[in-house]
């Protein structure tokens, strides 16, 4: 029998899906998803998405980038549920696979997808090294991981101001550096490896956010959710701006590609 894991529920995803597009719980939705993922050729391919949250991201890979068919993970099974009525509404039941899994090594035969994805969903997983390489093996040659992820800005414990914000956010959190996910995917054997920090667009785009949750958004959801909720989630925009102005919260981009051949 699969573990019960739920971190996120449904009065938490009606303010990420509020704030970032429905099906989405990160920043920047579908542009994010397109900055990412930018050089990168999906059309025709196998995609595997660690973290499949609410299933905006596969929708999109199929739809817009032309995949041949996305398998989502996540750990979650409400969160899965709430992906296989977001395939049915949109008719891509016959090239998606939604799973509940364990957290753990990726259930997965060697070299079984051409693309490997996960949107800002890696966090929750503190061994980046074993992950590295565990996505490295299901790979096919040739074939890319590319992700999005938050990150830490700092070395050993975090800052006061940074532990205020963990706490407020309430959830599960394995953050590494970009030199910690550099390290990681080298190890793992990656090549063409590429590190983005995208501190500077978000320090911009969550000040808006957080205006937004005070006004528009706020007006849409009270109805739906308690206010209490709602001020709760806007502490922790509170929260995040400052240790993103600080530097220690740090989303960025990653990717590297698995070799055609692999030297023994």
Known sequence: MT??????????????????????????????????????????????????????????????????????????????????????????????????????????????????????????????????????????????????????????EPSADMQAYLTAEGLDFGLASLDGYEDALSKAGFTEIALVDRNHWYRQQARTEREQLKTEIYDNLRAKIDTDFLASQIEVWDKMIIVLDQGELRPGHLRGRKPDTISV
């Not at 597009?21 to 993922?37: C, T, W």
């Open 3 to 156: 573990e019960q894991h739920q971190e996120y529920d449904d009065n938490l995803t009606a303010v990420l899906e509020a704030v970032w597009g429905e099906g989405f719980m990160s920043p920047g939705g579908v542009a994010e998803v397109d900055n990412y993922l930018q050089g990168i050729n999906l059309e025709g391919l196998s995609v595997l998405d660690i973290g499949c949250g609410l299933g905006g991201v596969d929708l999109h890979l199929l739809k817009q980038h032309k995949a041949a068919r996305v398998t989502g993970i996540d750990i979650d099974a409400s969160l899965i549920e709430r992906c296989n009525d977001l395939a049915k509404r949109h008719q891509i039941q016959a090239q998606t696979e939604f799973i509940c899994v364990e957290p753990g090594p990726l259930a997965f035969a060697d070299g079984s997808f051409d693309i490997v994805t996960s949107k800002d969903s890696i966090i929750h997983i503190a061994d980046k090294h074993a992950l590295a390489a565990d996505i490295f093996r299901v790979l096919k040659p040739g074939g890319w991981f590319v992700a999005s992820d938050w990150m830490a800005g700092y070395d050993g």
